[in-house]
């Protein structure tokens, strides 16, 4: 079982940063895929950034490439995104979720654990 919990959305004018925090159970203890994903009003949930715990691997979507930054912190048990250079069509629910392996860590179907979301608000 993999228990998420994510933090540090808020609102934002657009060229500023925000950094989100995803605490997870297990993550330090086994190999698993984990990834930020988003959805908007409107649109499909889809990924933006991943990353494989076991090697730390990552993945982002072309849209944010550049401007994110996915990361893990071991000795706290947590997934953070850097998101700079924010834009208002990155306002979107944004949610941390898991997947046993195989997996990869960009696939939204693939996921068997997520968390409640955290809500991001750029501005213009």
């Known amino acids: 079982q993999v228990q998420l919990v994510e933090s540090g959305g808020g609102s934002v004018q657009a060229g500023g940063s925000l950094r989100l925090s995803c605490a997870a159970s297990?993550?330090?203890?086994?190999?698993?895929?984990m990834g930020w994903f988003r959805q908007a009003p409107g649109k499909e949930r889809e990924g933006v950034a991943g990353i494989y715990t076991g090697s730390g691997n990552t993945y982002y979507a072309d849209s944010v490439k550049g401007r994110f930054t996915i990361s893990q912190d071991n000795t706290k048990n947590t997934l953070y995104l850097q998101m700079n250079s924010l834009k208002p069509e990155d306002t979107a629910m944004y949610y941390c979720a898991a997947a046993l392996p195989p997996c990869r860590p960009d696939y939204v179907s693939g996921m068997n654990y997520w968390g409640k979301g955290t809500l991001v608000t750029i501005s213009s």
């Open positions: 297990q993550y330090t203890y086994r190999r698993i895929c």
